[in-house]
């Protein structure tokens, strides 16, 4: 007899996983939500938005990529929920965005409830650190496809900016000032090149690393940084031009995206030292150092770029919001060809 569930698929652990979500997801709302999940569609009120003069929607969607592979192998699935929220309101807020409300998309190879549970309560917690509503998600289970035990996670969201405060490349002048605002770790781009490392090097991510206070895998999973809530605080109490989220491509490419085309930025790694993590992985991997900048985020979470005399204010609040944050170096004005944003010197030691 052929049956959904001989086919793979159980719609009761998907209706058991729904109900044992509900209570993280209830942590993760705003009062705009309109009814709560279980339908169709997530809805917002959008009467919300009648303050603005010009409101701008921003929208994103974004991923965590392999490093699902890590908390499968790990067996911990609480925190990269809050990975795959940071991936896409921390994109959001680099254009001065609001983010307002998000959705996720699970895809398993088999429906374990208290496995979703955990992964959407990261999701929920997530939310809750940015000041978002987490108002609806898809679960779907791909027997045969993927095997029982592996998972992938995305998410997007819509975030609301108003069009004369909308930060970016067009805001940005000479003698403005970058600063750099520290990440947690990895974060969540570059784990392709990280598992490459693991298995050429036979590296055990339950092993203890010194150099790191905790076993690999812990270190790898450390949950990304959520910027976003944070970020808002500073552009409503300092002048900012621009932000920079510091994602896949390191911090050089992902800098240069919200500078003009006419400016240079030359940041001098002798401000900070690479953090435990990746120096392991370089040393490990026997990374190049283009590569190792070019794939991770290399201590640099988000970049801020500010008039001069906005250099004190942000500095002091990011420092009384609990960020570690120094000064990158200075916009200045240089030929097209000349423009960009390039690294040099060598990293402190630690």
């Not at 603005?52 to 067996?75: C, H, N, W, Y």
């Not at 998600?137 to 996670?153: N, Y």
């Not at 690999?216 to 959520?226: F, R, V, W, Y």
């Amino acid at each position: 007899m052929s049956t959904y569930e001989a086919a793979g698929v159980s719609i009761e652990a998907g209706d058991l996983a729904v109900e044992m979500m509900k209570a993280s997801v209830a942590k993760a709302q705003r009062p705009e939500v309109y009814g709560g999940i279980g339908g169709f569609a997530g809805l917002f009120d959008a009467s919300a938005l009648k303050g603005f003069t010009r409101p701008l929607l921003a929208t994103s969607t974004d991923g965590v990529g392999t490093k699902t592979e890590i908390a499968r192998q790990m067996g911990i699935y609480d925190t990269i929920g809050e990975d795959l929220v940071a991936m896409v309101v921390d994109d959001l807020v680099v254009c001065g965005a609001e983010p307002l409300f998000m959705t996720d998309y699970i895809a398993v190879g088999k429906v374990i409830p208290e496995r979703i549970a955990e992964i959407v309560s990261g999701v929920a917690r997530g939310c809750a650190k940015a000041g978002t509503a987490l108002i609806g998600g898809e679960t779907a289970e791909h027997p045969q496809i993927l095997k029982e035990d592996e998972f992938d996670i995305a998410g997007a969201a819509t975030g609301v900016v108003e069009e004369r405060k909308l930060l970016g490349a067009e805001k940005v002048a000479v003698g403005d000032v970058a600063i750099a605002v520290a990440s947690s770790g990895v974060h969540a781009n570059g784990f392709s090149l990280v598992r490459h490392i693991i298995k050429e090097q036979q590296l055990a991510l339950s092993s203890h690393v010194a150099e790191l206070g905790k076993s690999l895998g812990e270190a790898l999973l450390t949950p990304t940084t959520i910027y976003a809530a944070d970020m808002l605080e500073l552009i409503a109490n300092v002048e900012l031009h621009a932000m920079a989220h510091i994602t896949g491509g390191g911090l050089a490419a992902n800098t240069a995206r919200v500078m003009p085309t006419n400016m240079h930025l030359t940041i001098n790694r002798e401000r900070w030292a690479l953090p435990p993590l990746f120096h392991y992985l370089q040393s490990e991997g026997q990374v190049p150092l283009a590569d190792l900048e070019r794939t991770f985020n290399c201590g640099v979470g988000m970049v801020v770029i500010t008039p001069a005399q906005s250099v004190g204010g942000a500095l002091a609040l990011l420092q009384k919001q609990g960020h570690r944050a120094w000064e990158l170096g200075e916009i200045s004005a240089a030929p097209q060809l000349q423009a960009g944003v390039k690294l040099e010197g060598t990293y402190q030691t630690r």
